[in-house]
């Protein structure tokens, strides 16, 4: 079936499909007489107390973890036809709207007999929508890290509500979250976002803490914004479910809508994060550099750091598309230095065979021996992430005092560190079209009276993810999963897994036991996703 079309099959299928529980939702109560009178963009009543999942079933273990949409808490809200029908750029698309039950599967390996498990809902336009172009005051925000592809997103939000739906209305915050309560926006236009896709950073500016729900929440009403982009990673997406909880309670029509940033890939259930291929590509060049460096010496080793607070999905990824690391850290694999099957024998091994050697570590790998040998600062930046000590430098002067302590053989190092290069440069051409496309779904849903959601690539299907299952957990390289299998036979590498000793043995089953049961099937027994960057990975 074309991926446009609407068959008769959906039709039937919508009258199996049962509304099991909607907790809360859809339930009126008084309106808060108590609230202040923000009541330019206050649409009805109110609801009490956090909102519950959306979930709904249907035959053959169908499930939808469907998001909230404005009429949960509004009732009776007018709709208005799709501009879209009208526009002459789609009128060759033969069914350019998504139909209303069309859902995008969680898990695309399946055996014959299994259920058909957890889906969500697909993105894209639809015939109704519940804003009229000249109503909607958009705000646009981006906080965080910076990530290549973030002014890509920004431009397409602004030319999509403008040349899609006739919004004209569009703020860009200043500076993160607390941009909200400052004085100064910017008013974007297509014309004036119209090259900043060609730099890296956000035009809008970023930050970290500064998060207050009710100093928000009070701002998008005072300043009658109807419809909130939210561009961060998980700290954001945290962020912007509590925002949408508080507009909810107050009975906004207000649209909440996140999409997720991170070059960390560390955001769960998407198939990965805009702005990661561009990052690893822009690694290589440190790894080329240590690589030319390590081997234009006799037994020279090159040592380069990569992001990867929690994940080291861009060591990995850059580790196996590089083909010139002999070693790969990462954080989710605990290693050590001495003794048989350590680093330091690793690498008199292949200094041996090969006179040189590259080791990729991601920024977050052995923290555990730094803090060891290392006093903890133990800090936290302004968001509460720990601030993590250099490994970096560590382990290159770690390996420095063993081999000059041992004499034997005279290395010479070469250390890179280059943290913010890979994610200050502007986003790659893939991730560009990726930007563009996360871009006009997270539009679509807003316009359609969609709200609390994430919109994210599941399956290489735009969807909107409700706000709980990207905020409850963090991604992470699964080193029991294929890929990790697949770098260390590409690098030869110790698993580190594999000690002598009786202690040490029961501490490696102790690891493994640690370790999720299934491997690439993007679910374990508790039904919790665990790694993978993109289905073809597996
Ligand atoms: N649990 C949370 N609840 C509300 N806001 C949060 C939460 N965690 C982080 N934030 C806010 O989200 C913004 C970005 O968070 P941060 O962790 O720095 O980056 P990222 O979103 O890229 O992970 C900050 O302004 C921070 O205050
Ligand atoms: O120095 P900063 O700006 O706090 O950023 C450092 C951190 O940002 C990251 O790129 C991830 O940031 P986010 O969580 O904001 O996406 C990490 O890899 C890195 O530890
Ligand atoms: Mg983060």
């Not at 007018?78 to 350019?96: G, I």
């Not at 133990?378 to 993590?388: F, I």
Request: hydrophobic content about 35%.
């Amino acid at each position: 079936m074309d991926s446009n079309s609407v068959s008769n099959s959906n039709f039937e299928f919508s009258n199996h499909i049962q509304k099991t529980f909607v907790k809360n939702n859809g339930f009126l109560h008084p309106k808060l007489g108590s609230e202040p009178a923000r009541s330019r963009s206050r649409a009805a009543m109110a609801s009490p107390a956090n909102s519950e999942p959306k979930i709904v079933t249907g035959i053959a273990g169908y499930i939808l973890e469907d998001v909230p949409h404005l009429t949960d808490y509004i009732p009776n809200l007018p709709t208005y036809p799709n501009p879209l029908q009208d526009n002459p750029a789609y009128s060759v698309v033969k069914q350019y709207f998504v139909h209303v039950d069309d859902s995008v599967p969680q898990k695309v390996v399946v055996h014959k007999d299994g259920a058909r498990g957890v889906h969500f809902r697909r993105a894209g336009p639809r015939q109704k929508v519940y804003f009229e172009a000249d109503d909607v005051q958009v705000a646009i925000v981006t906080c965080g890290g910076l990530c290549p592809g973030l002014n890509t997103v920004i431009r397409e939000l602004v030319c999509g509500l403008h040349h899609m739906y006739g919004v004209k209305k569009v703020l860009g915050i200043n500076g993160g979250y607390k941009g909200f309560y400052a004085r100064n926006t910017i008013n974007l236009t297509p014309k004036s976002v119209n090259d900043i896709h060609k730099r890296g950073g956000t035009v809008l500016g970023t930050s970290r803490g500064g998060h207050d729900t009710k100093k928000i929440v009070d701002s998008i009403q005072d300043r009658g914004i109807n419809q909130v982009y939210i561009i961060g990673g998980d700290g954001t997406q945290k962020g912007a479910s509590a925002i949408f909880e508080e507009v909810r309670r107050r009975g906004l029509k207000v649209s909440v809508v996140g999409i997720p940033k991170t070059i960390d890939n560390d955001i769960p259930v998407i198939d990965k994060s805009f702005g990661f291929d561009t990052a690893v590509e822009e690694a290589q060049r440190a790894i080329n550099a240590a690589h030319v460096e390590a081997e234009s010496v006799e037994n020279g080793i090159g040592v380069v750091k990569l992001m990867g607070r929690n994940s080291g999905f861009i060591a990995m990824y850059a580790t196996l598309a590089s083909r010139d690391v002999d070693c790969c850290l990462i954080p989710e694999s605990p290693f050590y230095l001495e003794g048989p099957g350590g680093l330091f024998e690793y690498i008199e091994k292949r200094l041996k065979e090969n006179g040189h050697m590259v080791i990729v570590i991601a920024e977050g790998a052995g923290q555990e021996l730094v803090s060891e040998s290392v006093q903890s600062m133990s800090k936290q930046d302004a968001s509460g992430n720990k601030l993590l000590q250099d490994v970096g430098l560590w382990i290159s002067q770690k390996i420095k005092d063993h081999f000059a302590e041992q004499k034997t053989l005279p290395i010479t190092l070469k250390y890179i560190d280059p943290t913010y290069m890979i994610r200050a440069v502007p986003s790659n051409a893939s991730d560009n079209v990726y930007c563009t496309l996360l871009a006009q779904s997270a539009v679509h849903g807003a316009m359609a009276g969609y709200t609390g959601y994430t919109s994210g690539l599941v399956n290489g299907r735009q969807t909107y993810i409700p706000f709980y299952r990207i905020t409850e957990r963090q991604n992470h390289v699964v080193i029991t999963d294929r890929m990790w299998a697949r770098l260390l036979s590409s690098t030869n590498q110790p698993s580190f897994l594999y000690v002598k000793g009786d202690h040490e043995e029961k501490k490696e089953e102790e690891t493994l036991n640690q370790l999720p049961d299934e491997h690439c099937s993007k679910e374990n027994s508790a039904n919790k996703e665990i790694s993978c960057i993109s289905p073809a990975a597996c």
